[in-house]
């Protein structure tokens, strides 16, 4: 669910008042928690909660509870989950289910856990082969060698049916595992595993010996082959060359996981140029300036072609800063410093050779695949309200007095009415003679007017709205279109600010944008509510952050051009 990036919709702190209902939900859905422990967990208000609303690659909406920047339980369709952060404080809250150190590597691929890969009690143990779980409960992952969860996921079936599945089928659907997106879903580092032993039921049945590694049961010229690839719920049956892999009926492990990944320094680098150039190239979110910290996780991990993933440690660069710094210095984009120990990529050079020899094919470029992504131009369309005195244009047509009619059906009506009482000059087609009533009161003279001034006269007869057509989203305002307006204030100590007026007339959520502009300028910002002669929230950006709004409403939200004001306040470029 969290294997790839997600996208966070709204990021709110939890409240001193609400806290108790966190604590009821946490001791309703983990009976196993002790009050004690919860109030030790929670009641300390300086350290912040935060609820943080998201979509996943999938787009399910999730909600996740954070506390001190450390996910601790998240909602999936009502469902409460603990990460494994709160489940390495208190590991009784679910039930577990124990595999080989080995099957780690395949769960981070995104597998879920298969029944093979399980390790169970032996019969005079005493203890459940398969728990006691029901089907879509809730449980977690940990290995023979530490007990410390790593994933945590929904029961795939009952411990009655994986009883009888004949060690065959899914155990665990994975959820959340230990290094996913969601475990720095708030800016903070995963940091590292505690090792917490191994679970006290294997250390009491001696399990070294009964279950081998999974390497020890793998020929030599298994292991040289670099790319893994073995079906799912297939069992180990393929011969490799004179050795083939052996098979004990007790030991017998499903090798049900796909992965396709070359963990060599080269191969990982020729794919870290590929997501960069792909990025730069084709990416339909990319929006400059954008923060180095958030250029991997938003532009270049999405662009990893399916079953493929990007880990830049495994680069001859280690890190992404030395990589985009090499990207600078021969000249394929800028990176500048816009704050203190803040750097962040400003342009790319689409003239660089790299740039314009990089191609890929348009069944390959990446495809938006959710609501917002794949929002359309948003449309504005100018309208206005029948009124009594021009009501004789359009009764013909089914209008009544108070519907709405957009200019193209204006000037088509007005056209048709004019033809049908023989109003246009006959010397001369461009005028129009005002010979009815309804054509004197709104022209004001009897002396013959352009089709033009026809047109302008009854509209400004009638009662001005417009449409804004967002995506899914209509939205009716009445009166003229207010444009979207950019201005910069100096508050105290002689600091710039922007300020953003009239956001919510084209349908754009205030809050998602500030969250846009903290993040693709590191400046903070805040929204007044409704001020004094203004229609809508105002919005306040540190900074003269003019030139990035504006990029942001065009290229994201879709605006057009037209309706958004203030672009010449954009700070001049230093020669």
């Known amino acids: 669910m969290f294997k790839k990036p997600v996208r966070i919709k709204s990021n709110n702190q939890v409240k001193g008042s609400e806290r108790k209902g966190i604590k009821d939900i946490l001791s309703k859905s983990f009976p196993g928690i002790a009050e004690n422990d919860l109030n030790v967990l929670l009641n300390n208000k300086k350290d912040p909660l935060n609820c943080i609303k998201l979509v996943t690659h999938s787009n399910e909406i999730v909600q996740v509870y954070v506390l001190q920047k450390q996910p601790l339980f998240f909602t999936v369709q009502n469902n409460v989950f603990p990460t494994v952060f709160l489940l390495w404080k208190f590991s009784n809250l679910i039930s577990n289910f124990t595999t080989h150190p080995q099957v780690v590597n395949f769960i981070s691929s995104g597998a879920d856990l298969m029944l093979p890969g399980v390790i169970t009690p032996p019969p005079n143990s005493g203890l459940l082969k398969f728990n006691s779980v029901q089907e879509g409960t809730p ?5 023979s060698v530490n007990k410390a969860a790593f994933a945590v996921g929904t029961a795939a079936q009952s411990s009655f049916d994986m009883d009888h599945a004949g060690g065959k089928g ?39 010996s009964d279950f081998p590694a999974i390497e020890a049961r793998v020929s030599p010229e298994s292991k040289a082959v670099e790319t893994i690839s073995v079906k799912a719920d297939i069992s180990i049956n393929e011969d490799v060359g004179s050795n083939s892999i052996e098979e004990s009926e007790e030991t017998a492990l499903e090798t049900h ?56 440690k495994k680069t001859s660069y280690k890190k992404l800063k030395p990589y985009l710094e ?68 359009f009764w013909p047509a089914g209008y009544q007095k108070g519907d709405i009619v957009d200019r ?39 002396n013959p007017v352009s089709w033009e001034e026809v047109f302008e006269k009854v509209c400004e007869s009638m009662k001005s709205c417009f ?16 444009p979207i307006t950019m201005s910069v204030s100096v508050r105290s100590g002689n600091k710039k600010v922007t300020l953003v007026d009239n956001l919510e007339i084209f349908g754009v959520n205030i809050n998602e944008f500030a969250k846009d502009c903290q993040h693709g300028v590191a400046a903070s910002t805040s929204i007044t509510p409704t001020p004094p002669g203004k229609r809508c929230d105002q919005l306040l950006v540190q900074g003269n952050q003019v030139v990035f709004i504006h990029n942001l409403l065009v290229e994201k939200y879709k605006i057009p051009k037209k309706y958004i004001r203030g672009l010449e306040l954009a700070p001049k470029k230093k020669k």
């Open 139 to 143: 449980v977690y992952v940990n290995t």
């Open 170 to 208: 899914k155990c665990v659907i994975i959820y959340h595992f230990f290094g996913d997106h969601l475990c720095s879903i708030d800016g903070n580092s995963s940091g590292s595993m505690p090792s917490l032993g191994a679970p006290e039921w294997l250390l009491l049945n001696n399990y070294d």
């Open 257 to 312: 996981y796909q992965e396709n990944v070359s963990n060599s320094t080269e191969d990982m680098d020729e794919l870290l140029n590929y997501c960069f150039l792909a990025s730069i190239k084709y990416s339909k979110t990319l929006t400059l300036p954008l923060l180095i910290s958030n250029f991997f996780k938003l532009q270049m991990l999405p662009m990893c072609p399916e079953g493929t993933t990007l880990d830049i």
């Open 326 to 393: 090499e990207m600078a210095k021969i000249g394929l984009i800028t990176i500048k410093e816009i704050k203190k120990g803040v750097e962040a990529v400003t342009d790319i050079n689409k003239n660089h050779p790299k740039f314009s020899e990089f191609y890929l094919k348009p069944e390959n470029r990446p495809k938006k695949d959710n609501v917002e992504e794949s929002q359309k131009q948003t449309v504005i369309t100018e309208s206005y309200v029948v009124t009594a005195n021009v009501l004789p244009f």
């Open 408 to 446: 193209p059906n204006i000037r088509k009506l007005v056209t048709e009415y004019v033809k049908s009482n023989n109003s246009q000059v006959i010397e001369n087609t461009k005028l129009v003679k005002p010979n009815t009533d309804v054509l004197r009161s709104i022209c004001k003279t009897d």
């Open 467 to 482: 449409k804004v057509n967002s995506g899914n989203d209509q939205i009716f305002n009445k009166g003229k279109v207010s």
